[in-house]
């Protein structure tokens, strides 16, 4: 963090004269906190010099900033250590965080050049955030970007702003990923929930137990059609992979300097089938599993047994050196309890506990996690399972099963992020199902996203305050494809962005449609594929 000082980046704009004839656009997303728009515009084209000054958070800011623009725009970048000049772009730090917030910013363009002020590196970047949309809605045929005189102020609403990517059902390359995150760093999203195993693929190396990838990255086959109809199909075609640690790396690399902190997401008791392919001994009762083919909850999970906390210290502490995250997502979803019920060391782990039933056997599984992950400085999400038979201590819920989880959560003075299913999950149809591709099901179309207000109305102010924010779950057994993540993502997660981040007295859903539109545009310029008739209203399913 920076405060009270100020660092120049300075990007030098070979001034081009203005054609007043130039639409000027402010399709900002999410919506600054305040905009105004004045009559005058900054034309560049040409050169950009960027000067450096002795501060390796502005270098880190101007390189980043150079790599993205120089994909979009002809531009030429010439390193200098000039000082503050007109006619350019300056980048300060400036001013503490009571005067722009955390994350917030003041974006000044008028016909003497850009200036951003920020207290902060997020700040910063968000500025030019803000400013690369500008400059991608503003470009002219001939490649100057005129910019209307305008200045912002803006701040987020919320501190939690995220984004999820099932990866278990189906596998997308490094590319991809680093591709998704900078989607996230567009809309100014700083949270990317990775969900890295499931029973259908455990996709991150863990070097002191090799056959988590070896044998659970890899299934037979897979499911063809919807998971609800049988008889099932399968394509008889072996299916998987996996990130290797390395790859792991350079992604949290990545995404750290677009601000984004990821969150690896270790999936337990439940949802383990792959992790028990590759160990039987962590089931109840061990059997020849397989890694799972089609889709659904999976009775078989990892037993109570004492070696199978050492099992998970093991996988977490990997996980750990990987992940800067102060959070670790436990999952703790769909775990049923029916191997539990007839395991005699399950029972013997009730009984020695003083536990009334498993879910209170969850519970003790949960709260040893959260005590070895607490021990290592870190702090557990849960899905809002995890609820049921007692929280752990400090721990976050994910409410996913409508929004009472995250209500429960709160009013034990326990932090909450809201996905419900009903506006969060961006595996549902968006558009009429009959012309879209086969989805999961359920009907979330952009309007219902934007509309989305996290906090409950039924929390008082100061409960209201443990609503960290909200995010969209992808999960993917449907999406095979990253051409088909981007089209259930796009345009949901711009309305999500400013559910997230615009305070509700600024959101606009006519406004809201209009910027969108400008938006297709930028999504066909970087290439992502996206739902280009989101506005169609379909009877609820
Ligand atoms: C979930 O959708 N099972 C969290
Ligand atoms: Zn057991």
């Not at 990517?165 to 995150?181: A, N, Q, S, T």
């Not at 199909?233 to 990821?262: C, F, H, L, S, W």
């Not at 019920?341 to 536990?355: M, S």
Request: net charge negative; glycine share 8%; proline share 4%.
């Amino acid at each position: 963090m920076r405060c009270f000082s100020i660092a120049v980046m300075l990007l030098s704009i070979i001034l081009t004269s203005c054609n007043s004839g130039d639409k000027k656009v402010v399709d900002i997303i999410p919506q600054p906190q305040q905009l105004e728009i004045g009559s005058g515009s900054f034309a560049l084209s040409g050169k950009l010099t960027i000067n450096y000054r002795d501060d390796q958070s502005i270098i880190d800011l101007a390189d980043y900033f150079t790599k993205l623009v120089k994909t979009n725009f002809d531009l030429d970048f010439v390193k200098s250590d000039n000082d503050y000049t007109e006619n350019t772009l300056n980048i300060f730090y400036l001013g503490d965080i009571s005067m722009y917030g955390e994350e917030g910013y003041k974006l000044i363009i008028d016909e003497k050049g850009i200036k951003i002020f920020a207290a902060t590196d997020k700040g910063l970047f968000y500025g030019l955030q803000s400013l690369y949309q500008l400059m991608l809605t503003n470009k002219t045929e001939s490649g100057i970007i005129v910019l209307p005189e305008l200045e912002i102020t803006d701040d987020a609403m919320f501190k939690y702003r995220g984004m999820h990517l099932d990866v278990g059902r189906h596998m997308f390359p490094v590319e991809f990923i680093k591709k998704y995150i900078d989607l996230l760093a567009l809309y100014k999203f700083n949270n990317f929930h990775w969900h890295l195993t499931e029973d259908q693929g455990w996709r991150i190396e863990i070097k002191k137990y090799p056959k988590l990838t070896e044998i659970g990255a890899f299934r037979k086959q897979t499911l063809v059609g919807h998971g609800g109809k049988t008889p099932y199909v399968y394509d008889g075609k072996p299916y998987g992979g996996y990130y290797t640690q390395n790859e792991i790396k350079e992604i949290v690399e990545y995404a750290a300097e677009r601000k984004i902190n990821i969150i690896p997401e270790i999936e337990m008791p439940g949802h383990s089938l792959a992790a028990l392919a590759a160990y039987p001994e962590l089931a109840c009762k061990p059997d020849s599993f397989e890694v799972a083919q089609r889709w659904g909850v999976f009775k078989d999970i990892y037993c109570t047994k004492e070696e199978n906390f050492k099992f998970l210290e093991d996988v977490l502490t990997e996980v750990m050196e990987l992940f800067p995250s102060e959070y670790i997502h436990i999952g703790g979803d769909e775990a049923p309890k029916d191997r539990w019920k007839e395991c005699d060391v399950c029972q013997a782990t009730i009984k020695r506990e003083g536990l009334k039933d498993e879910h209170e056997l969850q519970s003790y599984f949960i709260q040893r996690i959260e005590k070895f992950l607490n021990d290592n400085g870190r702090q557990i999400i849960g899905w809002d399972e995890i609820l049921e038979g007692g929280l752990a201590p400090n721990a976050t819920i994910m409410s996913w099963r409508g929004t009472d989880g995250g209500i429960a959560a709160a009013k034990q003075n326990h932090y909450a992020i809201m996905t419900p299913g009903s506006h969060c999950y961006f595996d549902h149809y968006q558009a009429d199902p009959k012309n879209e591709p086969l989805a999961i099901g359920g009907y979330t179309n952009l309007e219902k996203v934007y509309s989305y207000n996290p906090i409950p109305d039924t929390l008082t102010r100061q409960e209201g305050r443990y609503i960290l924010g909200t995010q969209a779950n992808v999960w993917t057994e449907y999406m095979k494809t990253p051409e088909h993540v981007e089209y259930m993502v796009l345009p949901r997660m711009a309305a999500l962005s400013e559910v997230c981040w615009t305070y509700p007295i600024h959101k606009d859903w006519n406004s809201f449609q209009n910027r969108i539109k400008e938006h297709f545009k930028i999504y066909k310029e970087l290439d992502y594929n996206y739902c280009d008739h989101p506005f169609v209203v379909e009877t609820e399913k």
